[in-house]
Nanobody, 124 residues
Framework: QVQLVESGGGLVQAGGSLRLSCAASGRTFSNYTMGWFRQNPGKEREFVAGISWSGSSTYYGDFVKGRFTISRDNAKNTVYLQMNNLKPEDAAVYYC?????????????????WGQGTQVTVSS
């Protein structure tokens, strides 16, 4: 079992930045692929970014367009999402997820554990 706790969400103006963190506990964090997703009410959960267990491979949703960076610190059992040049359409609840097997996938059903989410609000 893996427990994930997100933090770092909040209110930011368009063009601003936020850094989300996801702290993991439980099984060995460094063995897991990690991902960030986001969701708005009535919409499907959307893939934002993923990172391999070693951090050597990353993958982003098309809408990111170089604005976000995912990283991890296995010594701290933490994965990060640095979000720059935020737009009002980036507003959502952001979720951290982990996957027991290798490979970064965009489908939420490929991930085994989820955090409770952190709200990101972007004012125009």
């Amino acid at each position: 079992q893996v427990q994930l706790v997100e933090s770092g969400g909040g209110l930011v103006q368009a063009g601003g930045s936020l850094r989300l963190s996801c702290a993991a506990s439980g099984r060995t964090f460094s063995n897991y692929t990690m991902g960030w997703f986001r969701q708005n009410p009535g919409k499907e959960r959307e893939f934002v970014a993923g990172i391999s267990w070693s951090g050597s491979s990353t993958y982003y949703g098309d809408f990111v367009k170089g604005r976000f960076t995912i990283s991890r610190d296995n010594a701290k059992n933490t994965v990060y999402l640095q979000m720059n040049n935020l737009k009002p359409e980036d507003a959502a609840v952001y979720y951290c997820a982990s996957r027991r097997r290798p490979g970064i996938y965009v489908g939420p059903d490929r991930y085994d554990y989820w955090g409770q989410g952190t709200q990101v609000t972007v004012s125009s």
